[in-house]
């Protein structure tokens, strides 16, 4: 997920379509290439972005992405419905989701544009993930 302070959001999710992909690293490049989605193989991954806005102010309140198989919906879900009920830190949200999900999020309540001193971004603990945040002008 990318927000800028005008409210301007992205929420995305990739997949290797298969545990590490095709297995083989790319030469000299140091990643893994994806495999190909192909019927009657497995089972592709869900795939959950969220992104909440209002239309009528024309602003951002809720990025967040899941993943974790069947449990991609949910670990998309609890957080962003947490955040917008205004419960409890977003941390505590993706902490809560279950195994195997794993989630990322990136609040903010009084929306974007406004006041980005009220945002907050947060990854479950228990994955890889990266959350930061710029205040800066």
Not at 83 to 96: D, I
């Amino acid at each position: 997920m990318v927000v800028d302070r005008d409210g301007g959001a992205v929420s995305c999710n990739f997949s290797m379509n298969n545990l590490f992909g095709t297995g083989r690293m790319v030469p000299g490049m140091g990643f893994l290439l994806a495999a190909a989605p192909r019927p009657g193989g497995i089972t592709p991954p869900l795939l959950s972005p969220v992104l909440v806005s209002n239309a009528n102010i024309k602003a951002f309140r809720y990025a967040g992405a899941g993943s974790g198989q069947e449990d991609a919906p949910l670990a998309a879900a609890l957080p962003a419905a947490q955040a917008l009920a205004r419960r409890g830190s977003l941390a505590e949200a993706l902490a809560a989701v279950p195994e195997p999900g794993r989630g990322a999020a990136l609040a903010c309540p009084d929306y974007l544009p406004g006041n980005v001193a009220t945002c907050q971004a947060a990854v479950d603990p228990r994955g890889g993930g990266l959350a930061l945040m710029g205040r800066g002008n």
